[in-house]
Every structure is written in C-alpha cells, then in structure tokens.
C-alpha cells in the first residue's frame, strides 16, 4: 500500500458495551461501524479520510490489554482493507525489548504503520537513548513488514519532549514515511520543514489544523473529525489548495469542541460528543477512561451544540 499521508485520518474511539456481568467489554462491531461510516463521508469536493487509527489515545489504548488492543486492531484491520487506507495505532514502551515486541504484534495484528511514542521512563532519556530506541523500533518494523511513525506529544500525553535534532534525524530512517507532531506550537512544524522540505509531517491537534498546514503539515490526525467527518475532510481538502480563508472558516465553526482535543481528557470528552451525535450519550459515557462530573458533561454538550450549529450553517453535517 502506497503511503502518501497527504490528507486526514481519524483516531476512532473504541465503543465498548456491559457484559452479562455488567462488566464493559469491547463492541467490535459497533466500532467497526463507525469506523466505516466515518470512512464513507466524502468532503465537499469529493475527498475521504487517508487513514484509519485504532487503538490510540482516543481508543483508549492505555488501558486494553495485549489480547483486547489485538482483537481490536484485526477488526479494524478489515476496514481499513475495506476502504483502502493504511491502518496506523501506537506503541510506546519502557524498553527497547519490549518496544520490539508490540511492534511485531501491531504487525501480526494488520497494522500498516506504527505511531512510536518515546519511551515511557521516569528519568528523561538522553537523545542518544532515544535514538537508539527509535532505531530499535524502525528495524524491527522493517523486518515485520511495516512502518513506523514517530509521535512527538509531550503536551496532553505527558511523554518526553522529542528534541527538533533527533526529529530530523529519526526521519532519515528508510522506514519512517511520517512524523506526528501533537503539539499547539506549529512553529516546530515550520522549523523541520525549513531544514528539510521533503518531510511528511501530520499534526496531532485539532484546534491547529490550519496553522500547521500553512506550516507546512502535509495532513493530520483528527479526533474531532470522528464526529463532524464531511467538516474536517473539507476544511483540509481547502488547506492542500491553500484556500486559507475557506479553511479557517470551518476551523473557526469546530473551534469549541476541537478545544476539547489538546486537554488531559481529551478522551472522555471526545467519545461523549460522538455519543451525543449519534443519539447515544450513554455509550459514550462508557469509557475505561475517567467519570465525567455533571458539570464537565454540560460543558461538553454545550460545545457540542454549538459546533453542530455552526457547521450546519456552512452545509457541512454529515
């Protein structure tokens, strides 16, 4: 599969469902059904999303089990073959041994490019380190097969900060095709695209979607774009053409529920919106993931609504 990562991928959420115990369980094919019909919204001038990723931090990645992640990705797995785009999830680890492992098992699983975290230490690791972890992952990732993308996000994840250096350096491996940048300054964007303009960069921040493309971000990974798909497919479909006008005027309609994608809970807030969407508060209120406090769900639905109102005025529902 051709991996030209010039467009926008959703990070779907895991819908999960209660048990006869009352436990919450995985519903594969509910979210296999999201995934599909937010791969099925075309943007006002005829796009889809280029992706699918499964299992990240709004797939509630940190908190599945080996087994769960696995299953899940083998029935997204499907999906993204349905539709023809890669399937990208994450992997982050302690050690290199153990970063080696989920690579090959995200591989095993049908995963077509994986998003490395830096390693999860207490002590800040040396760019030495970090190079020599990445290097680990790339090599491993060549043998199983697939890609690797490194994933800077030090901002709402908590992980260590990857210096501007040892991006540029990562990218020089033959089997990083991306890097991820989650970030709210997109002048780290500019920077690495001024010293190599050949770089494939995707911004991981909804909110910057624009100003990391005007950056020179080549596309994005869209959590909001989840529940408004025909929104964010369009307002990057403006930014490939330079249309900066046009795509800040839908940035502008998503602003208050795309504030919600760069917070701590950022999950929790994300699903219940798309559970809102989809007539469904309650499913989206089931999450592995913290409770929301009645206040913090009011202040979702509120923003919610507003988004809602605002892009329908502009025709992009759906």
């Avoid at 990705?73 to 073959?81: G, H, T, Y």
């Avoid at 990857?162 to 989650?182: C, D, H, Q, R, Y």
């Avoid at 969407?277 to 206040?295: I, P, S, W």
């Amino acid at each position: 599969m051709s991996l030209k990562w010039n467009g926008v991928m959703p990070a779907v959420f895991t819908w999960l469902k209660e048990s006869k115990s009352g436990a919450l369980e995985i519903d594969l094919e509910k979210t296999k059904e999201y995934a599909a019909g937010i791969l099925k919204v075309q943007g006002l001038g005829g796009t889809r999303m280029d992706g699918l990723v499964g299992s990240g931090t709004l797939g509630e990645n940190s908190y599945l089990s080996s087994e769960q992640r696995v299953s899940l990705l083998k029935a997204l797995s499907e999906v993204a073959k349905e539709y023809n785009v890669p399937l990208i999830s994450g992997a982050v680890a302690e050690t290199k041994e153990e970063l080696a492992t989920i690579v090959e098992e995200l591989a095993a699983a049908g995963v077509d490019t994986v998003m490395v975290m830096p390693p999860k230490t207490k002590e800040l690791p040396s760019d030495e380190e970090m190079y020599a972890y990445y290097a680990v992952a790339e090599e491993t990732a060549r043998g199983a097969g697939v890609t690797i993308m490194p994933y800077n996000n030090p901002d709402a994840a908590g992980y260590h900060a990857l210096s501007t250096e040892l991006l540029l350096k990562l990218a020089t491996f033959p089997n990083v095709t991306a890097l991820k940048i989650s970030t709210i300054d997109v002048s780290i964007i500019e920077t690495m695209m001024l010293a190599n303009k050949d770089l494939k960069v995707l911004a991981g921040v909804d909110t910057v979607t624009v100003h990391a493309g005007l950056a020179g971000a080549c596309g994005g990974i869209t959590g909001v774009g989840c529940i408004f798909p025909k929104a964010s497919v369009t307002m990057q479909e403006y930014v490939a053409k330079g249309e900066w006008a046009e795509a800040n005027k839908i940035s502008q309609a998503m602003n208050s529920i795309s504030y919600l994608d760069a917070q701590p809970l950022l999950l929790e807030y994300l699903k219940f919106a798309f559970g809102i969407h989809h007539n469904d508060a309650d499913g989206g209120l089931r999450t592995y993931g913290k409770k929301l406090t009645q206040e913090q769900i009011d202040d979702v639905r509120a923003r919610y609504i507003l988004a809602k109102e605002r892009l329908e005025v502009l025709d992009l529902i759906g």
